[in-house]
């Protein structure tokens, strides 16, 4: 038997829980569009994501290393799989739109630059008096207008709720993309789960790719009691295994900690406050999905830990310098003689500043890419 789009939105009506975003109430499209006859609109918005050229390119786009420094460690795109695989356990817990919020959660780093967040804090400096630039509007400005794949429209025609949850992503206060989607209302909880979410799998699995590469040790992260629970759960489990097994099992005892936390808190918010329709959800005035205050203490503690020994390694902070020199002669260069960047990104021009057709040329390669085009454009005995 089919299941159709109309039996979906049912199912929908039927079973999730009442401050659920229903595909039936989306606020739709900026482009008018007939319905699918089997996927319902947030379905849709997903497999746009998943098959746009923003997603693909996160296969090369670094998370903390850069992806020629080894197969094992993880890239933009498989921390966005992991950072969806927790939203859609979440989400299903506690009887959210788990469509909407994956669609949410694999949209949210499309506009990341190479070389993570050492190339965003370069091309928001480069892009000072020209804007600023943020990859949560980047993001955003990427679904919208940068993927062309449809006749009728620029972009990906995404419905309200994915667009906004994805500029409302984190902080959003004071973004100015942010003011379309009326900036005084919090987004639905489907997408508030992603901000969550997002922080849970990289705290874990950039504890492991730290260990891995010998950046991190077992006394760096025995700091944090978030960390030493899940090691001494992972041991107690499995005594006999080797240390990589306990490893994976530290890892993953940590990931269920802070999701069965964050579920339990979120459900406990929800009953005390009332909270009992989306609207309730978006104008109660802060974000409803948090960690416990004990959690809460734990994850940032752990934060500072990965801030002050991995995220400010040596070896960190060389590739965070070397990345910086190599996005800032680009934008120079391409600022000082434009006929340099491919005519189909400079036609932009017609639309855009020059600066920003640049910031959306360089936020769109990859690491590999970036590299390559400063070699291009700097060894004389490169082929251009």
Not at 97 to 123: R, T
Not at 311 to 328: F, I, N, Q, W
Request: glycine fraction near 4%.
């Amino acid at each position: 038997m089919l299941r159709l789009r109309e039996d979906w939105e049912r199912v929908e009506t039927q079973t999730l829980a009442p401050y659920a975003m229903r595909s039936l109430d989306s606020h739709g499209r900026c482009f008018a569009e007939k319905p699918h006859p089997m996927r319902t609109a947030f379905q849709r918005d997903r497999d746009r994501v998943i098959h746009s050229a923003a997603f693909r390119r996160l296969e090369y786009k670094t998370q903390v290393f850069v992806n020629h420094e080894g197969d094992y460690y993880r890239t933009r795109l498989t921390h966005t799989l992991e950072t969806a695989q927790i939203t859609r356990t979440v989400a299903r817990i506690l009887g959210l739109n788990v469509d909407l919020a994956e669609a949410v959660a694999l949209a949210h780093d499309l506009g990341h630059p190479p070389f993570g967040h050492a190339g965003e804090k370069m091309l928001n400096e480069l892009m000072r008096g020209h804007g600023g630039f943020d990859h949560n509007a980047q993001s955003l400005r990427t679904v919208d207008w940068i993927e062309v794949r449809y006749p009728d429209f620029r972009g990906l025609n995404l419905t309200y709720e994915v667009r906004e949850g994805i500029i409302k992503h984190s902080a959003f206060k004071g973004r100015s993309a942010a003011q379309e989607f009326d900036p005084a209302l919090y987004p639905c909880l489907e997408a508030q789960i992603v901000d969550l979410a997002d922080e849970i799998a990289y705290l874990a699995h950039d504890a492991d790719d730290g260990v891995e590469a010998q950046m991190l040790s077992e006394t760096d992260l025995e700091g944090s009691k978030l960390y030493r629970e899940a090691r001494s759960a992972a041991i107690s489990a499995h005594p006999e295994d080797r240390d990589k097994v306990v490893r994976y099992q530290t890892v993953r005892h940590m990931i269920n900690r802070m999701v069965t936390d964050l579920v339990t808190n979120v459900d406990r918010e929800l009953t005390s406050g009332g909270i009992s329709s989306v609207e309730q959800v978006r104008q109660a005035g802060r974000p409803l999905a948090a960690f416990s205050a004990e959690v809460s203490e734990r994850v940032k503690e752990l934060r500072q830990i990965m801030r002050d020994r991995l995220y400010r390694h040596y070896r960190v902070s060389r590739m965070t310098e070397k990345a910086g020199r190599v996005l800032a002669s680009l934008f120079e260069t391409y600022m000082a003689e434009p006929r340099q960047i491919p005519e189909h990104a400079l036609a932009h021009t017609k639309h855009e500043t020059l600066a920003r057709v640049i910031a959306d040329y360089i936020a769109g390669m990859t690491d590999r890419f970036a590299l390559d085009e400063y070699r291009k454009l700097f060894d004389p005995d490169e082929r251009v």
